[in-house]
């Protein structure tokens, strides 16, 4: 018995038979291939419908064009623009700050749960600082972007572990003045909490207490290389860029 060869299956990518809505069409061939911010304008120019980042806005935009689930947003879009950006981090931060100042109708889920956070040292205190309430474009000594609160201090407490720091005087947990933590008595802590003259997450004079802030410093610009984006015509210029070393941009 001879089998019948089955004729050879045509395999066609999404993107070569789907047909994009014709009044999006225009912008579509002038979408760059590179990070930035983009945004979904209805016929008001006053209230954008959505606004995305990605590391190849194109990709994105059209990624948004074939999902059946945003066909609402679609119908409402007449434009879309773009801003591109010199890498993820520029994006991040435009993204987000974008949001906040225009508020576009379809990213009332974003705006209420995105709380982008770094690592600041001021006044010889560690503390996580959102972008809600500092500027991340003109504050100074920021270390690192996360997603939020809980990722910023993870990465905090990870970097104390590494370097067996005191928890107490990273503000993660409380510590008794003058009295050894109990990570110290685990050999977890190099003991700089039995020198600390206040406690809570606030630092002494002391060498030995400035030494802990110094190797926590050190550390993180170890894990953190820290560079300036070149002019651009985006519009949060100036900042010093934080990207983790190894791969991603933010953990969380």
Not at 146 to 160: E, I, P, V
Not at 240 to 252: I, N, P, Y
């Amino acid at each position: 018995m001879v089998r019948r060869q089955s004729a050879p299956r045509l395999e066609f990518e999404a993107a070569a038979i789907y047909e994009y809505p014709e009044h999006l069409r225009p912008f579509l061939s002038e979408l760059p291939a590179l990070p930035g911010v983009y945004v979904f304008h209805s016929e008001s120019d006053t209230l954008p419908l959505y606004i995305g980042k990605s590391v190849n806005i194109r990709s994105r935009v059209l990624s948004h064009l074939r999902t059946p689930d945003e066909a609402a947003m679609l119908r409402q879009a007449r434009r879309i623009s773009w801003i591109c950006t010199a890498g993820e981090m520029g994006a991040l931060l435009l993204e987000a700050r974008l949001i906040k100042e225009q508020q576009p109708l379809f990213n009332k889920r974003l705006r209420r749960n995105r709380q982008l956070c770094s690592l600041q040292l001021s006044e010889q205190k560690i503390e996580v600082v959102s972008a809600r309430s500092v500027d991340f474009s003109h504050e100074p000594n920021l270390f690192g972007l996360f997603a939020n609160r809980r990722a910023a201090l993870q990465s905090l407490q990870n970097l104390a572990d590494e370097q067996k720091l005191c928890y107490g005087l990273l503000g993660l947990e409380p510590v008794s003045r003058g009295r050894a933590c109990f990570r110290f008595a685990l050999k977890r802590c190099a003991g700089a909490c039995l020198r600390a003259r206040k406690p809570t997450g606030a630092f002494s004079s002391s060498a030995g207490i400035t030494g802990t802030v110094t190797c926590g410093l050190l550390a993180l610009e170890r894990r953190y290389r820290v560079k300036r984006e070149p002019p651009t015509n985006d519009p949060v210029p100036h900042y010093q860029q934080l990207v983790m070393a190894g791969g991603g941009t933010f953990a969380g």
